[in-house]
């Protein structure tokens, strides 16, 4: 096999770019879309939630199938195949005008982001110095932020009440912004995995020092904060629009516009665990972030003007990315790279399986009954906080034993 002539900070484009594709534009800008779509008469509004539950469904099996793949070749062509089905299916969307049809694309769609958010970033820093992983990793999740924020600038200016030009918008960034993923994937299929012996060991050190079952049960509370976050931000990833629409009154193209608020959030919350010290640890982080996405969640729920709404949907997407940043790091700090990608495969798994119940269980509250969606994410919300300061008191004997 021929190693790899680039630096490995190229790598991380790829990563990014996958990721703002994934997250970004598969996800976080829906509901922008499905309010357009809804205004169009594609769908009713109560389908925004319906769909949003079958797209987290494809999510579900992506998860599960890449959270049980044991090869690496084999993790690789699921990534491929992954990419090459989400730039169909958006494509096709914009040319979907009926329930059943949006239905098919948002499940292949939903698949497909599954296996790039749960494959793609431990290839994108299978080259990575461990002292800048934490680094690395925060660059590659604020893709999430890009894309939204990508995503939502474009239709606000080019598309802001036209579905299928609002559609046209996304598969015309899904294109581009592939390329870089795809040329990633293809070098690492040439190559071989590269041998991470300082993480190994650090592994190694860390669980010899502190009992394995301890151990997992630290990483099955990360996975579980990681969870709780995934859905407490479900109301307003589907139900912004039409809070800031119905609620405060502003225009379609304001409210994507203030949903942009939410990309920039998710590219802040990528970026600050690349620039804060480590000594402020990954644990003592998460809860930090998970305070401020509670405080996020309180204040876009009491929101009835324009400054306190775009305030709250900036810290929420924050929080959204740190958390997912964080989270992928600290299951790096306490497990090797192939563990690492089936346990933050797991925790997409079971973040997906609650978004799927909460959005599809509130898709008929939406039009009369907002205030109660926001008060089931501002609960979720809450107990993750609980688990993550939780994690980090274990987290502190874990240190104290070594």
């Not at 829906?30 to 925004?48: H, R, S, T």
């Not at 972030?289 to 996020?296: E, H, K, M, Q, T």
């Not at 324009?306 to 997912?324: A, N």
Request: proline share 3%.
């Amino acid at each position: 096999m021929k190693a790899s002539r680039t630096h490995w900070s190229i790598d991380l484009i790829g990563g990014c770019f996958g990721i703002a594709i994934a997250l970004g534009l598969v996800r976080f800008d829906f509901g922008i879309i499905g309010n357009l779509m809804a205004d169009a008469q594609w769908i009713d509004v109560e389908d925004i939630g319906t769909l949003a539950a079958i797209n987290m469904l494809g999510y579900l099996t992506g998860c599960i199938q890449q959270a049980t793949v044991k090869s690496r070749a084999t993790s690789i062509r699921y990534v491929q195949i992954a990419m090459i089905t989400i730039i169909a299916s958006i494509v096709l969307e914009g040319r979907s005008t009926n329930l059943p049809s949006q239905s098919v694309l948002r499940l292949l769609c939903g698949w497909g982001a599954a296996h790039v958010v749960s494959g793609l970033p431990t290839l994108a820093l299978e080259r990575v110095p461990q002292r800048w992983r934490r680094k690395a990793t925060g660059l590659i999740m604020s893709g999430g932020g890009i894309g939204s924020l990508l995503g939502a600038v474009g239709i606000g200016f080019f598309a802001p009440t036209s579905a299928p030009s609002a559609w046209n918008v996304l598969a015309t960034l899904t294109v581009v912004l592939s390329l870089p993923t795809l040329a990633l994937l293809r070098q690492r299929k040439q190559l071989t995995a590269p041998a991470s012996e300082t993480l190994a060991n650090s592994t190694n050190q860390t669980i010899s020092n502190f009992n394995k079952s301890k151990i997992n049960k630290l990483i099955l509370i990360i996975i579980l904060g990681f969870a709780l976050m995934q859905i407490g931000q479900i109301p307003v990833i589907l139900y912004e629009p039409l809070i800031a629409v119905n609620k405060i009154g502003l225009t379609p193209m304001m409210a994507s516009n203030i949903d942009s608020l939410f990309g920039i959030g998710l590219i802040i919350g990528g970026l600050i665990p690349s620039i804060v010290p480590s000594k402020l640890t990954t644990s003592l982080f998460l809860a930090v972030i998970a305070a401020v996405g509670l405080a996020g969640m309180i204040l876009f729920g009491i929101s009835n003007h324009l400054i306190t709404l775009s305030i709250s949907i900036f810290l929420i997407g924050v929080w959204d990315m740190m958390t997912g940043t964080l989270t992928l790091d600290r299951l790096g700090q306490l497990c090797n790279e192939d563990t690492q990608r089936r346990a933050w495969s797991t925790a997409t798994t079971i973040g997906a399986m609650g978004f799927i119940a909460f959005s599809s269980t509130t898709s008929q509250l939406a039009q009369h009954n907002v205030n109660l969606i926001l008060a089931m994410g501002i609960t979720a919300v809450s107990a993750q906080l609980i688990l993550e300061i939780f994690q980090h008191r274990l987290s502190a004997k874990q240190q104290n034993s070594r």
